[in-house]
Structures are given as structure tokens and as C-alpha cells.
């Protein structure tokens, strides 16, 4: 009878492996690449996109919003050099398992690792770059920002109409982003009545801005523009702050204003102006939702670079899901395509079918008061 009850359990225990086992095989898991700068001079823009795109792969596989599914993320540092972008794509490339990569920070990086790309029929979308020929490049790249004219012409606008400040000198780094920033503002600039008192153009690592400075304090314009990344637009804003030039009121990209650069120039950003597509307070269940568990996970409030990070992972995870249950590349790309709206991190946007182009609904001024970005009323 001992033996019998014995054989029963034994049994019952086997069967119950089983059925374990088969309940955790329902979950099949799939791979998304990666290429950030995770460190280098861009690590204070690739670090805060991995966190948000961590936090979006963890919050889809907890809560199982694709059923059946689970992602993890192979993730390479690029340095934010191009040809190391390449080499980093080759390898997602000939990872059969990798249905899409993340790729890259920066246009310059991004476009570079185009071809590999397309030429294994692998998606790339970019949390970040946005030069107005990105998406023209192929039908495999996608990105999960906005372009160039979205972001800078409001801030021409803004300088012009709003401050009313109408001679502008303009200083921006020799990048395709550099140029395609320059460029637009320029060209807004003059269409709105504005005019060019200078246009500054540098190399990309540039640490001393003094002689530029110093040309335009001999000659100042009613406001600055500056196309720059975030280490040398703090040692910009220090040595504006040096040369006594802080009454020129600053008007930036929407780059070079960070978390970090806040912290590389102490109190040098102070007044400053500029733009972000993510504001923290905007009333929408995603973004809330967002800003809390951000917050949770990582102790402190997320900046845009998160946003863009958790979008982009959240974008291709349900174009994952959309795929099918055994998703191709190719599927996973017409499903990319095929998003239509999209409500997330940074706010609502679509991404057009035929341009792969996000769409924005909204762009948010915000202003550096006692050492904190402040987000400015949305009238201006």
C-alpha cells in the first residue's frame, strides 16, 4: 500500500515537471540587438538610452504584454565611432537569432552601419538621430525620434518672436547632424526675419570656445544658437560664463542641455534656453506611467535619452509581436511600418508607412533656472 501511494506521488511529480516544462516553453524568448555609445565622450547620451530601453524590456516581460513572449537585449558598446558601428552590425547581422537592432546615438554612426544592415534584411531604428535623410538611406531603417526641422525651427521661432531677439549668431560642430542643425535654423531664421549676425562652425572634441567668444563679444549679437553635444557645450556655457558674455542669452538644440553637462558646467547653463520632447509632467497614462517606474527602478527622474531608449524597444517589441508567432526580419519590418499611432515615453506620435517619419505632436521649450531644467508654458 506504501508502495503503491509511493509510485502515485512519483508519478504525480512527473507529470507536474512536464506540465511545467511545457508552460515555460509557451514562452519563447526573442533577441534584439543594440549599438550605443556606453562609453567615451557620448556615454552621458548612450547610458541613459540603455536605461530606458532596460526598463522597457523588463516591464514587457513582467507583465507579459506580448503574450507568449519574452526579449532580451544583446547590447554592444560602439563608442560612438562609426566604424565601430559597422563591425557591431555585421555581428547582430550574422546573429540569426536577432530580429531587429537598435542602432545607433549619433546620424554620423548610424548611417555608417546602414548597408550592413540592409544587406542582411535586419531592421535598424535609431532611439535618436535625426538627420532629415536618415529613413531615405533604405526601407530597413526606421527611428524612433523626430527630425531635424521638428526640433529646430519652434526654437528659431522662439528666439525670434518670443524673446524677441532677431540677430542671432549661430555655433555648431562639423557632424551631419552639425551641419543639417546649422543649416535649418539658418534657413528659418531668415524666413522669419531673422538674420545672421555669425556662423561659428568647429571640430567635433573642441574644448576652447574662447576665440570664438571673444569674436562675439567684440561684435555681440542679441542671442546665441548652438548646435553642440553636451561635453562641449559645457566648456561653451563656462567660458561664456568666464569672459563675462552671460547677459547673450543661450539658445540650444535640445543636445547639448543634459543631466551630465548640467553637472560638467556648475552653474554656467544658468538661463539658458532650449527644447525637449519629453516633459516628465505631460498628461498622458504612458508618460506617468513611464516617470514612475523610471523613478522606481533607477531613483531619480528620466531625462529624453531614457524616453527615446524605452520608445524604440517598446516600438520593435510589438512589432515583434505583430510579426507572428515564428517572425521573420521582413515581417518584423512591415509590422515596424505598419505601427501607425504610438503613445509612449516621450508622448504620442505616429510613424508614417510609406516614410517610416515619426510625426510629433508636440515640442516642449524648457529653461535652466537655479541649476534645474524648467519646462516653459506651452504658448511659448
Request: charged content about 25%; proline content about 4%.
Amino acid at each position: 500500500m506504501h508502495l503503491g501511494k509511493k509510485i502515485l506521488v512519483a508519478a504525480g511529480l512527473v507529470l507536474a515537471t512536464i506540465g511545467a516544462g511545457n508552460a515555460v516553453a509557451q514562452d519563447k524568448t526573442y533577441t534584439i540587438g543594440c549599438s550605443l555609445p556606453l562609453s567615451g565622450r557620448l556615454v552621458g547620451f548612450g547610458e541613459p538610452i540603455k536605461r530606458g530601453m532596460d526598463l522597457a524590456i523588463e516591464h514587457y516581460n513582467e507583465r507579459k504584454t506580448i503574450a507568449g513572449a519574452r526579449f532580451e537585449l544583446a547590447c554592444n558598446d560602439s563608442k560612438g565611432d562609426a566604424k565601430e558601428t559597422v563591425n557591431i552590425g555585421q555581428k547582430l547581422a550574422d546573429n540569426a537569432a536577432v530580429l531587429a537592432s537598435i542602432s545607433d546615438f549619433s546620424s554620423t554612426a548610424t548611417m555608417a552601419a546602414a548597408e550592413t544592415y540592409s544587406k542582411a534584411g535586419l531592421v535598424q531604428i535609431t532611439p535618436s538621430a535625426s538627420h532629415p535623410e536618415l529613413t531615405k538611406v533604405n526601407k530597413w531603417m526606421f527611428r524612433a525620434s523626430e527630425t531635424v526641422p521638428v526640433y529646430v525651427q519652434p526654437m528659431a521661432d522662439f528666439a525670434v518672436k518670443t524673446l524677441g531677439k532677431k540677430k542671432v549668431a549661430v555655433i555648431q560642430v562639423q557632424t551631419d547632424w552639425g551641419v543639417s542643425v546649422g543649416n535649418t535654423f539658418i534657413a528659418h531664421l531668415k524666413k522669419i526675419g531673422g538674420e545672421l549676425t555669425t556662423h561659428e562652425i568647429y571640430n567635433e572634441g573642441t574644448t576652447d570656445f574662447r576665440g570664438v567668444l571673444n569674436k562675439l563679444r567684440r561684435s555681440p549679437p542679441d542671442a546665441i544658437y548652438i548646435a553642440m553635444l553636451e561635453e562641449e557645450a559645457a566648456n561653451f556655457m563656462k567660458q561664456r560664463k568666464q569672459l563675462g558674455m552671460t547677459a547673450i542669452p543661450v539658445v540650444d538644440s535640445g543636445v547639448g542641455l543634459t543631466q551630465r553637462s548640467l553637472k560638467l558646467a556648475d552653474d554656467a547653463f544658468e538661463g539658458m534656453y532650449s527644447m525637449s520632447i519629453f516633459n516628465p509632467t505631460r498628461d498622458t497614462a504612458e508618460v506617468k506611467a513611464f516617470v514612475k517606474e523610471f523613478e522606481a527602478k533607477y531613483g531619480k527622474i528620466p531625462d529624453v535619452w531614457s524616453a527615446y531608449g524605452y520608445d524604440a524597444a517598446s516600438l520593435v517589441m510589438n512589432a515583434i509581436g505583430k510579426a507572428g508567432p515564428s517572425p521573420t526580419r521582413a515581417a518584423v519590418r512591415d509590422a515596424l511600418a505598419a505601427t501607425g499611432r504610438y503613445s509612449g515615453a516621450n508622448g504620442p506620435m505616429s510613424i508614417d508607412p510609406e516614410t517610416r517619419e515619426v510625426v510629433r505632436d508636440e515640442v516642449t521649450k524648457v529653461q535652466v533656472k537655479d541649476g534645474k531644467v524648467t519646462f516653459l508654458p506651452a504658448k511659448q
